[in-house]
């Protein structure tokens, strides 16, 4: 039997965290062992946040420069070589995998790092299963952070097609003439925008509504006007019915509100939303309680209904998977594990899809906060009273600013615009302080910016901004 103080079941951003702040609140003395399966550093580095936002960037670079329409300047015709664009994004995956992951850990002699699996035996004792060996181990404390994987609906015929998701997408060296993506969400619009920009000609299919459900209507709705506008089809409303394969070719059977639709394309790609990675850890014999989609019911603190096990990142039931979502709830179960206090603040977590222009969250929707105090006030501005997009000659997008009418309190803000990911943690700040609408007309914003949009829908509340001159307090 090993004795650790702390066990915890994964190698990715949670587990990273929560490995991390363990050591540094017990000043290298925890003795902690790391278990889990691939690659170090989990989704996120390896087919997640990093080559996802790199695709999308090389893309808008190849995009804009071939089809931005500036005043006295003409762009040349660049070329494509998409081998060599994958292969880029490889290298920079393993590269910050080394430089951010296995030279990090590398630090933290206290931290021992196995490639293997772990299995509950009890409340207190796993089985770890690794280089043919099989170990008992008992632990203090547990952190399980074993991640998501993507969810493939059963769908007729898909299991007679080849398909690629957000996690095998990547290994792609040839661009797909034609992109059928099944899912409207963040990762089907980011990984099909990087597509069509790149020249694929991509069709998605969305069974909700409108894209992007968890935004505002508004924000979907202006959304998918752009992407339509940069060649994208949307099916909405709308289901898959079956899949045949044939000929190079993926044949979707779509179910539209208008009747029956079959659309083709060279590659599928399946974004229907991913799910935790619950399976073979025996929870049942941990007393660790799940809920109806196999994830792991924390409270506050990441607690598990064991006492001795904690849960952190995509493996727990919640709305948002984010990596620096998971990295926070992984500190706070060691925090807590390791005699401190600490709770997770999900209220200003923001959120963003990463599409050009992005669409940046943080908060309660509209609907959200009626529901829970019966009343709501909000504003929704466009891009046009802000310089700095006649500057960037993007004026698309909107803000969209959600009070309390109570007290003037911020209580959420959604903006689709260039940038937005960069400065939604303005709202952020502005909702984890309680600062009210006031607080941003009185803070001094740089001109021209973006950001400026802020201030605007505060602004938006006691005047007309377009009467406004630039600056105006």
Not at 130 to 139: K, M
Not at 304 to 331: C, F, H, Q
Request: proline fraction near 4%; charge should be neutral.
């Amino acid at each position: 039997m090993r004795r650790y103080d702390l066990v915890i079941i994964g190698k990715g951003a949670a587990a990273f965290a929560a490995a991390i702040k363990a050591s540094e609140l017990s000043e290298g003395k925890a003795s902690i062992l790391m278990v889990g399966k691939g690659p170090l550093g989990g989704t996120c580095v390896n087919v997640g946040c990093v080559p996802s936002k790199y695709l999308l960037e090389l893309s808008h670079r190849y995009f804009y420069a071939r089809n931005a329409d500036l005043p006295g300047i003409k762009f040349g015709s660049p070329s494509l070589d998409f081998s060599k664009t994958m292969g880029a994004i490889r290298s920079l995956v393993q590269t910050l995998r080394e430089e951010k992951y296995h030279k990090v850990i590398a630090n933290y002699s206290n931290v021992e790092v196995v490639d293997g699996t772990v299995t509950f035996t009890s409340p207190r004792t796993v089985l770890v299963e690794t280089d043919g060996r099989t170990l008992e181990v008992e632990a203090g404390h547990y952190v399980v952070a074993t991640g998501s994987r993507p969810s493939v609906p059963p769908i007729a015929g898909i299991d007679k097609v080849d398909y690629v998701t957000s996690d095998t997408i990547w290994q792609l060296d040839q661009l797909p003439p034609s992109t059928v993506v099944i899912g409207g969400g963040a990762i089907g619009l980011e990984l099909g925008q990087a597509l069509r920009h790149f020249g694929s000609q991509v069709v998605v299919v969305e069974a909700l509504p409108r894209i992007i459900y968890p935004a505002e209507p508004e924000m979907s709705q202006a959304l998918q006007s752009i992407l339509e506008q940069e060649g994208i089809t949307f099916y909405l409303r709308s289901r898959v019915a079956s899949i045949q394969g044939g000929d190079g070719l993926v044949r979707v059977e779509v179910m539209t509100k208008r009747g029956r639709a079959l659309v083709e394309g060279s590659v599928l790609l399946v974004a229907t939303g991913r799910r935790p990675n619950t399976e073979g850890l025996g929870l049942d014999k941990a007393g660790v309680q799940l809920d109806e989609k196999g994830a792991i019911k924390v409270d506050g603190g990441m607690r598990t209904s064991n006492p001795l096990i904690y849960a952190a990142g995509d493996v727990v039931s919640k709305n948002l998977m984010l990596e620096t979502l998971a990295a926070r709830e992984g500190a706070v179960a060691a925090i807590n594990i390791f005699g401190g206090h600490a709770e997770m603040d999900y209220l200003s977590t923001p959120w963003v899809v990463f599409t050009h222009p992005n669409l940046a969250a943080v908060g309660l929707s509209e609907n959200e906060v009626t529901a829970r105090i019966g009343a709501c006030t909000c504003r929704v501005i466009d891009l046009k009273p802000v310089a700095k997009a006649h500057i960037l000659g993007e004026t698309s997008g909107l803000a969209k600013l959600i009070l309390n009418p109570r007290d003037g309190r911020i209580m959420g803000a959604q903006v689709l615009a260039p940038y937005a990911a960069e400065f939604i943690t303005e709202v952020a700040l502005a909702i984890r302080a309680g600062m009210t609408y006031k607080d941003l007309i009185d803070t001094t914003h740089v001109f021209p910016t973006i950001s400026e949009v802020v201030k605007m829908a505060a602004q938006a509340f006691i005047r007309d901004i377009r009467a406004m001159s630039c600056c105006v307090e």
